[in-house]
């Protein structure tokens, strides 16, 4: 099956805990991005990332880090800096169009990450 | 800051009714639209596209408007069936922001038969 994976489907964290999430994608794109939701909320950028190796913050990144080590592979790390992490965070991916061009984003199915 | 929103947080229909669900934008350097459905605990998925060049694009029973003048989007379903009950989200490209887009909040839509 060709699409994204996201993993884990859910995830519990502690307090002073930092966790991370996977995201993995077999589309051969270029692009991948990490989206957080709140209920009843649209959808918010957290990190996103156009190449290997490169990243760029998006709205909302205080207290979250990513890495792009593989074309494949976006994990997100929520970090102890990050007060308030209840939510849903989807993961996307792209093909990386010129600027002014189409940019259908594809998304996992989500984690819902709740803190104990 | 600039963002996309729609006018109504919630829509009911009954079976067989069309549906149009609006979104109103405000970066006149928007070039590219999109219409997402997010089922309950799903990730979004792509139902239709249309770039700033387009006033009206069709896909299988949805149709999407831009009318670039008042800066307002809609998308219309035809036929409307239970299946098609989720949130549905708007969201714009932003030239100069390159490939990320802007999601709108989301309007709920409700079928019932």
């Known amino acids: 099956d060709g699409g994204i994976t996201q993993s884990p489907k859910y995830l519990f964290r502690k307090e002073g805990q930092n966790v991370t999430l996977s995201c993995e994608q077999n589309?051969?794109?270029?692009?991948m991005y990490w989206y957080r939701q709140d209920p009843g909320q649209g959808l918010r950028l957290i990190y996103y990332?156009?190449?290997?190796?490169?990243?760029q913050k998006g709205d909302i990144a205080e207290g979250y880090s990513v890495s792009r080590e593989k074309k494949e592979s976006f994990p997100l790390t929520v970090t102890s800096a990050q007060k308030n992490p209840t939510a849903f965070y989807l993961c996307?991916?792209?093909?990386?169009?010129?600027?002014?061009?189409?940019?259908?984003?594809?998304f996992g199915a989500g984690t819902r990450l709740s803190v104990l | 800051g600039e963002s996309v929103g729609l006018h109504l947080p919630t829509l009911s229909v009954q079976e067989g009714d069309n549906s149009i669900i609006n979104c109103a934008y405000s970066?006149?350097?928007?070039?590219?639209f999109i219409w997402y459905k997010q089922e309950s605990g799903k990730g979004p998925q792509f139902i239709i596209d249309?770039?700033?060049?387009?006033d009206k694009r069709q896909g299988q029973r949805v149709t999407v408007l831009l009318n670039k003048t008042v800066k307002h989007l809609s998308l219309q379903i035809a036929a409307t069936q239970p299946g098609d009950s989720a949130v549905y989200f708007c969201?714009?490209?932003?030239?100069?922001?390159?490939?990320?887009?802007?999601f709108g909040k989301g309007t709920t839509l409700s079928v019932s038969s």
């Open positions: 970066n006149s350097a928007s070039d590219y």
């Open positions: 996307a991916s792209s093909i990386d169009p010129p600027k002014g061009t189409k940019n259908i984003q594809y």
């Open positions: 589309l051969n794109h270029d692009a």
């Open positions: 249309i770039r700033s060049n387009m």
């Open positions: 990332s156009q190449i290997v190796n490169d990243f």
């Open positions: 969201a714009e490209n932003v030239r100069q922001a390159g490939t990320a887009l802007i």
